[in-house]
């Protein structure tokens, strides 16, 4: 475990003396920000109608506001987080340090670990600075804090899942351009599985549906945390650490 922390440490000194990482993180709020300012025009325009009209009673501003926000930010990920994710193993073997890497006192369950905790130090960086305009507007707007912190466990849940996808494509080549291609292409197919469930015959959505991450968001964002939801997130990081950790093992014993 400490080796793990070791090397979480020594990436993320990486991550931040790169300005990779700071025009990541800028432009996913940046454009977060935009969303998030759509949907607070949205929500005013709603809430003059609302106000106009005493009969509607269904009106929830975490369904106006946070969740399309949340939903919104996880497409921008899908766009960023391959520019992370890339360098995790494509770049220590394009600079050579990969063999020096495999010779550490270190297990591959360490070195895959420590690259994952290191995304996830970054991750919980970028979702902390994300929620400080939902956190302003709460102050000011009579949101519930259930499904705000809920969503927010989702999301971050969701990042971690596309990371842990990230990495294992990034063992699987020295060519940090095609890590980043294959991590957007499975990146974008899961995605669009959330929209081919609408279009497909009813049996076969309901597997679409299961198979793509943004789904599974769905509950989180409404306050709800559904054991099936927890288990696919928990599930789909455990299989892409555990096939990370096989690609590694197959690669030491080829040298």
Same mark, same amino acid.
């Given at each position: 475990? +400490? ?26 709020? *940046? ?9 607070? %025009? !949205?929500? #005013? ?7 106009? =009209? &005493?009969?509607?009673?269904?009106? +929830?501003? +975490?369904?106006?506001?946070? %969740?399309?926000?949340?939903? =919104? ?19 220590? @073997? @394009? ?19 420590? @690259?994952?905790? *290191? ?8 979702? %902390? ?14 949101? #519930? /804090?259930? &499904?705000?912190? /809920? ?9 971690? $899942? ?11 080549? #020295? +060519? ?24 497909? &015959?009813? =049996? !076969? ?7 793509? &991450?943004?789904?599974?968001?769905? $509950?989180?964002? @409404? ?8 288990? !696919? ?10 096939? *990370?950790?096989?690609?590694? #093992? =197959? ?5």
């Amino acid at each position: 475990m +400490n080796g793990s922390i070791l090397l979480a440490q020594k990436d993320l000194t990486i991550y931040f003396r790169s300005p990779l990482a700071y025009i990541i993180l800028f432009c996913f709020l *940046a454009i977060s920000g935009y969303f998030f300012a759509t949907s607070v %025009g !949205y929500y #005013e325009v709603v809430s003059i109608q609302v106000a106009q =009209n &005493p009969g509607i009673t269904d009106f +929830n501003p +975490n369904s106006v506001l946070i %969740g399309p926000l949340l939903q =919104n930010s996880g497409v921008i990920l899908l766009f960023f987080l391959p520019l992370l994710t890339m360098r995790s193993f494509s770049e220590e @073997k @394009k600079m050579g340090t990969f063999e020096l890497l495999m010779s550490y006192p270190l297990t591959e369950w360490h070195l895959v670990g420590g @690259k994952l905790l *290191a995304l996830a130090v970054f991750l919980l960086v970028a979702v %902390g600075l994300h929620a400080a305009s939902p956190a302003m507007l709460m102050a000011m707007v009579d949101i #519930e /804090t259930l &499904p705000v912190l /809920t969503g927010y466990l989702g999301f971050f849940l969701l990042a971690l $899942s596309f990371a842990s996808l990230g990495i294992f494509l990034s063992s699987l080549t #020295e +060519n940090q351009i095609v890590a980043a291609v294959l991590s957007f292409a499975a990146l974008l197919m899961l995605w669009l599985f959330s929209w081919i469930k609408d279009l497909a &015959p009813q =049996n !076969y959505g309901a597997i679409f549906a299961a198979c793509s &991450p943004m789904s599974h968001l769905d $509950s989180f964002t @409404k306050g709800v945390l559904e054991v099936a939801d927890l288990t !696919y997130y928990v599930t789909f990081i455990a299989g892409f650490f555990w096939l *990370a950790v096989l690609s590694l #093992e =197959n690669q030491r014993w080829r040298r």
